[in-house]
């Protein structure tokens, strides 16, 4: 059974840093591209950022680009969102994502975590 | 970027009825457009990709239809638990990959 599991959120002052984590299981993570997803209460998804399976190459949404790094370690299944210099607007729950098919960029997401809630707020 | 709209943003239906939940794309997207539904408390879950293509445990009800700026997800017949909403996202040009901004199926 595919699990993610995010961690690390909680409630930061802007300004702050937050570093999310994501442990995956149930499906060879080392082989599928994955992304980052976030959600304001009361709005749709809003995509933040993707890393491929094995090269990592990384892309971001322009709203986060520069404070947000993506990454993650094939060793230990996980996936992490570095986030710097946060903002209001920031806040969200934010969702682990899996793509549906391995060894592509083919960016539909079949499996979603539960959410990590950031707030960013003084 | 790419922009979806969706329409309506609210639809309200009775359960045995037919659902046509439109989305239009600002440029074209080919068939790399997916639809999702999701309930309060929920992630959101794949319902199609590829315009058409169900994702797997998708009931027959659901299905997709479309290319290019315009698609269509249709629900046949509903059922009780397919109150939700229901969110288009593109692949086509990314980044950044975008999503509607929703369609919230009620129940009439």
């Known amino acids: 059974e595919v699990q993610l599991l995010e961690s690390g959120g909680g409630l930061v002052q802007p300004g702050g840093s937050l570093r999310l984590s994501c442990a995956a299981s149930?499906?060879?993570?080392?082989?599928?591209?994955m992304s980052w997803v976030r959600q304001a209460p009361g709005k749709g998804p809003e995509w933040v950022s993707a890393?491929?399976?094995?090269?990592?190459?990384?892309f971001y949404a322009d709203s986060v680009k520069g404070r947000f790094t993506i990454s993650r370690d094939n060793s230990q299944n996980t996936l992490y969102l570095q986030m710097d210099s946060l903002r209001a607007e920031d806040t969200a729950l934010y969702y682990c994502?899996?793509?549906?098919?391995?060894?592509?960029?083919?960016?539909?997401?079949?499996?979603w975590g539960q959410g990590a809630l950031v707030t960013v707020s003084s | 970027e790419t922009v979806l709209t969706q329409s309506p943003a609210t639809l309200s239906l009775s359960p045995g009825e037919r659902a046509t939940l439109s989305c239009r794309a600002s440029?074209?997207?080919?068939?790399?457009l997916a639809w999702y539904q999701q309930k309060p408390g929920q992630a959101p879950r794949l319902l199609i990709y590829?315009?058409?293509k169900r994702a797997t445990g998708v009931p027959a009800r659901f299905s997709g239809s479309g290319s290019g700026t315009d698609f269509t997800l249709t629900i046949s017949s509903l059922e009780p638990e397919d109150f939700a909403i229901y969110y288009c996202?593109?692949?086509?040009?990314?980044?950044?990959?975008?999503f509607g901004q929703g369609t919230r199926l009620e129940i009439k």
């Open positions: 994502a899996k793509t549906l098919h391995p060894a592509a960029t083919t960016m539909n997401f079949d499996y």
């Open positions: 149930g499906f060879t993570f080392s082989t599928y591209a």
């Open positions: 890393i491929t399976d094995s090269d990592g190459r990384t």
């Open positions: 440029q074209n997207v080919e068939i790399y």
């Open positions: 590829d315009a058409s």
């Open positions: 996202q593109q692949r086509r040009n990314w980044p950044p990959l975008t």
